[in-house]
């Protein structure tokens, strides 16, 4: 079946970049996802990329795809305290399938 | 408007309580879609609503029963719940069936007593 995986836990200090990764197992998916969620928040789609694609830029945040290796990544450049979050990376066809979710702390 | 609302933030109920928690969205999106979040777990899918007809239920226990009365409303009607059904409930929606692109709440907090 599907399957996501990512890391559990990154400390950046602020101002520094910060890369989250993710691999899955569903080639076939037509985007893959990355959602942030504060505490006590629902889940914010922060950002996404075309499975054709192999890099998004969006402002401070960057996704890489790797279709090969089925391994997707999103940089966020010039952390910032409000940066802290659990990102879940996410893919799939009519049900989302969703990573264990990456907590990041920004340290000041 | 880019949101969806769901009411109430936070709920207590008893095992015998019904309660309902309601969820609407303005941005035209004909799926909407009721998803269940433990503690420092991701969601998971409970059911999909796609213009309107029950689309997906992943196997989830009668005491959840959704109800959709139109495109831009969905609510989960609770009955019978039991402590372990205590979590965050996340209403979601997009534009087609299809879970591209979901635009989340910011949910429901219930605790069963």
């Known amino acids: 079946g599907e399957d996501v995986e990512q890391s559990l836990f990154l400390s950046v200090r602020e101002g520094d970049s910060s890369v989250i990764n993710c691999t899955y197992t569903?080639?076939?998916?037509?985007?893959l996802y990355w959602y942030k969620q504060e505490p006590g928040a629902g889940l914010q789609l922060l950002t996404y990329?075309?499975?054709?694609?192999d890099m998004k830029q969006d402002q401070r945040l960057t996704v890489l795809l790797n279709k090969k290796d089925k391994h997707l990544s999103l940089r966020i450049a010039d952390t910032q305290t409000g940066d802290s979050a659990i990102y879940f990376c996410?893919?799939?066809?009519?049900?989302?399938?969703f990573g264990a979710g990456t907590i990041l702390r920004v340290k000041s | 408007d880019t949101e969806v609302t769901q009411t109430p933030k936070h709920l207590v109920m008893g095992m015998t309580n019904k309660k309902s928690l309601k969820c609407e969205q303005h941005?035209?999106?004909?799926?909407m879609y009721w998803y269940k979040q433990k503690a420092k777990k991701p969601p998971e899918l409970m059911f999909v609503?796609?213009?309107?007809?029950?689309?997906i239920n992943e196997s989830v226990p009668s005491r959840f029963s959704p109800e959709c009365p139109n495109s831009s409303l969905l609510n989960l009607h609770l009955h019978a719940l039991q402590p372990e059904d205590s979590a965050l409930y996340l209403c979601?929606?997009?534009?087609?069936?299809?879970?591209?692109?979901?635009?989340f709440g910011s949910g429901t907090q219930l605790s069963v007593l």
């Open positions: 979601a929606s997009s534009q087609k069936g299809d879970s591209e692109k979901l635009f």
């Open positions: 569903d080639s076939s998916s037509t985007y």
């Open positions: 990329i075309f499975s054709n694609m």
């Open positions: 996410a893919e799939g066809g009519n049900k989302l399938v």
């Open positions: 941005m035209g999106h004909r799926a």
């Open positions: 609503y796609s213009y309107e007809k029950l689309s």
